[in-house]
T-cell receptor, first 111, second 114 residues
Framework: QKEVEQDPGPLSVPEGAIVSLNCTYS??????FMWYRQYSRKGPELLMY????GNKEDGRFTAQVDKSSKYISLFIRDSQPSDSATYLC???????????FGPGTSLSVIP | DADVTQTPRNRITKTGKRIMLECSQT?????MYWYRQDPGLGLRLIYY???????NKGEISDGYSVSRQAQAKFSLSLESAIPNQTALYFC?????????????FGPGTRLTVL
C-alpha cells in the first residue's frame, strides 16, 4: 500500500461545477497537510496548507482534514477553466520533515 | 526573474553518459530538494539538503548523486544514465523558521535517456 493515495482521475467537469479532490494516507503521524497545483509544463505551487484536523477556506478553495479517517479533501467552488491542472496532495509529520506527495489528480474544467 | 531556476530545461542523452542537472535559487532558503516525477507515481524524493554541509538520501537515491556547492546551488548527477531514469526532474527549496515546509519548485528538467 502506498503511503499516500489519491483519486487517479482524470476528472473533467463543466465550468461552475463544485469539484472534490481526495487523498487517503496510512501514516497516523502526519500532521501537516498541503495541496499543490501543477499546471502543464510547470513546477508544483502551494495552494493550501492545513495543520491537523479541520477546515480551511481561501476564496473558492476549501481544504478539509479528517485525521480519524486519514482522509483529506480539497473542494473547488464555481470551478473555472483556469483551475485546469494536476492537483497533488502532500503531507508531513513535522514542519521540517520530508514531504510525501500523492500521485496527483488531473482536472479539466470545460467552458 | 524566477526564484528557482533549473538548467537545462530539456536534455536527451544516451545510456551510460554522465549527466548533471543544476539548480539555483535566490530565495535565501537553507533547504533544497531534488525530486523526479513519473506519470502515476507522483513526486518522489531523490536527495535533500538542509544546509551546505548536510546531504541526505531520499526515497530513490540509487543511481544518483548530489552536490551542494553553496546555499543557493544544488546539483544532481546521473553517473551512468539508464533509460528508466527518463523522467521530469524538479528542484525545490524550503525555508527554515517559517513554521511550515512550504516548498518552492523550479520549472523542471525533462530528461530522456535513450
Amino acid at each position: 500500500q502506498k503511503e499516500v493515495e489519491q483519486d487517479p482521475g482524470p476528472l473533467s467537469v463543466p465550468e461552475g461545477a463544485i469539484v472534490s479532490l481526495n487523498c487517503t494516507y496510512s501514516n497516523s503521524a502526519f500532521q501537516y497537510f498541503m495541496w499543490y497545483r501543477q499546471y502543464s509544463r510547470k513546477g508544483p505551487e502551494l495552494l493550501m496548507y492545513t495543520y491537523s484536523s479541520g477546515n480551511k477556506e481561501d476564496g473558492r478553495f476549501t481544504a478539509q482534514v479528517d485525521k480519524s479517517s486519514k482522509y483529506i479533501s480539497l473542494f473547488i467552488r464555481d470551478s473555472q477553466p483556469s483551475d485546469s491542472a494536476t492537483y497533488l496532495c502532500a503531507m508531513t509529520e513535522t514542519s521540517y520533515d520530508k514531504v510525501i506527495f500523492g500521485p496527483g489528480t488531473s482536472l479539466s474544467v470545460i467552458p | 526573474d524566477a526564484d528557482v531556476t533549473q538548467t537545462p530545461r530539456n536534455r536527451i542523452t544516451k545510456t551510460g553518459k554522465r549527466i548533471m542537472l543544476e539548480c539555483s535559487q535566490t530565495k535565501g532558503h537553507d533547504r533544497m530538494y531534488w525530486y523526479r516525477q513519473d506519470p502515476g507515481l507522483g513526486l518522489r524524493l531523490i536527495y535533500y539538503s538542509f544546509d551546505v554541509k548536510d546531504i541526505n538520501k531520499g526515497e530513490i537515491s540509487d543511481g544518483y548523486s548530489v552536490s551542494r556547492q553553496a546555499q543557493a546551488k544544488f546539483s544532481l548527477s546521473l553517473e551512468s544514465a539508464i533509460p528508466n531514469q527518463t523522467a521530469l526532474y524538479f528542484c525545490a527549496t524550503g525555508g527554515t523558521g517559517t513554521g511550515t515546509d512550504t516548498q518552492y519548485f523550479g520549472p523542471g528538467t525533462r530528461l530522456t535517456v535513450l
